[in-house]
């Protein structure tokens, strides 16, 4: 590895799980229920503040990793201009990966863990949803969809070929790079990091609470879309991750025949995937990438 790597500063956040309700407790959810099952505009603000943590504050720079970069910006369909910085190969060939990050901090809390990967010779374009850091307009799935199109549009552009992009989320970003695999069969490759099968699975896990996910419009349904995507997967999982449960990332693995290529991170939780695989998860990257820029000629 090399040596100016230092443990990534990512902090992905979810809303604590809730306790074992009590019956008492739980009569009160029926009416809780009726009311935002009334009003969707509150049930929709209320699952974006459990959903989205964004950060408007940057912490860091690229260059504070090492790191060359240049800002980017990119207007969505929508007309929403969002944020990204882009760290370039050193050869004119290389792979680019399209980093969508997780649902919290934003943009400035991910570069020391791509470091190791642009040290390595890969592209990385790294961005922030509508929302986060410095891009305009308040985050939602269709949103961070269309996020993802325009700053993916930017990765080709620089890369020259989609051929030579491959998608890279972590954690929500694997929801957005599964759609946006699922769109566009022509890319090199899909890697995700401590994904989740769905958001409604995510619920049920974090608020076990019976009929609660059934309200839950937002979907990011990753299990049914890897069913229809088309470019070779690598799904990376810690076993340890105490937010997305292992299984999760194993469900990911077998949605395709044959399966993605797996890579579990033995004792990694869900924020420090990156630092305690090390190198067998830089090399997997590294290999995965490789492979299918030779598959794709």
Known sequence: MDASWRAPRVVLYWAPPMPVWSRRKLAWLVPIGLALAAAPPLEMSLE??????????????????HLGYEDVWATTSDGIRVHGWAMPPA???????????????????RPAGVAPLVHRGLGVLLYDYRGYGRSEGRPSEQGTYADGEAMLAEAIRRAGDARRVVLYGESLGGGVSYELARRHPE???LITISTFT???????????????SWLVRTRYDNLAKARDIRVPRLVIHGTDDELVPFRMGEALRDAT????EFLAIRGAHHNDTFSTGGDE??????????????SRR
């Not at 974006?48 to 990793?65: E, G, K, S, V």
């Not at 769905?198 to 609660?212: A, E, H, N, T």
């Not at 998860?281 to 030779?294: I, M, P, S």
């Open 257 to 260: 025949s044959p399966p993605a």
């Open 281 to 294: 998860y830089y090399d997997a990257v590294q290999r995965f990438v490789g492979n299918c820029l030779v």
């Open 91 to 109: 050869g004119r060939d290389a792979a680019w990966l399209l980093y969508s990050h997780g649902n919290g901090g934003n943009v400035s809390l």
């Open 48 to 65: 974006r503040r459990l959903i989205y943590f964004p950060d408007r504050i940057l912490a860091d720079t690229p260059a504070q990793d």
């Open 198 to 212: 769905s958001i409604p699975d995510m619920v049920r896990v974090l608020y076990p609470i019976p009929g609660l």
């Open 187 to 189: 890319l090199c490759g």
